[in-house]
Nanobody, 115 residues
Framework: QVQLRESGGGLVQAGGSLRVSCAAS????????MGWFRQDAPKERKFVAS????????YYADSVKGRFTISRDNAKNTLYLQMNSLKPEDTGLYYC????????WGQGTQVIVSS
């Protein structure tokens, strides 16, 4: 079993940057693809970005392409999401999860982008 814990959320002005992290414990997460999702309560969680097993291939939602970068450090069992040029519509609770099964989720970290 994998435990995931997100961190790094906060309040930032529009146009600013933030990096959120997802630390895995319990088992190494290197055998898994990983993804980031955003939830704007009470709406469903939406896909933001994902990275393949060996970190070579990444995928992004159209709304974040060119602004967000997903990466992973398998040695540190940590997943990252660098968010630049943030917009108010990026506000939400950011979750990491294993991909594509999405069997394991973290508890989320809140990102608020003020206009």
């Amino acid at each position: 079993q994998v435990q995931l814990r997100e961190s790094g959320g906060g309040l930032v002005q529009a146009g600013g940057s933030l990096r959120v992290s997802c630390a895995a414990s319990g088992r190494t997460f290197s055998p898994y693809g990983m993804g980031w999702f955003r939830q704007d309560a009470p709406k469903e969680r939406k896909f933001v970005a994902s990275i393949r097993l060996h970190g070579g291939t990444t995928y992004y939602a159209d709304s974040v392409k060119g602004r967000f970068t997903i990466s992973r450090d398998n040695a540190k069992n940590t997943l990252y999401l660098q968010m630049n040029s943030l917009k108010p519509e990026d506000t939400g609770l950011y979750y990491c999860a294993t991909e594509p099964s999405r069997d394991y989720w973290g508890q989320g970290t809140q990102v608020i982008v003020s206009s």
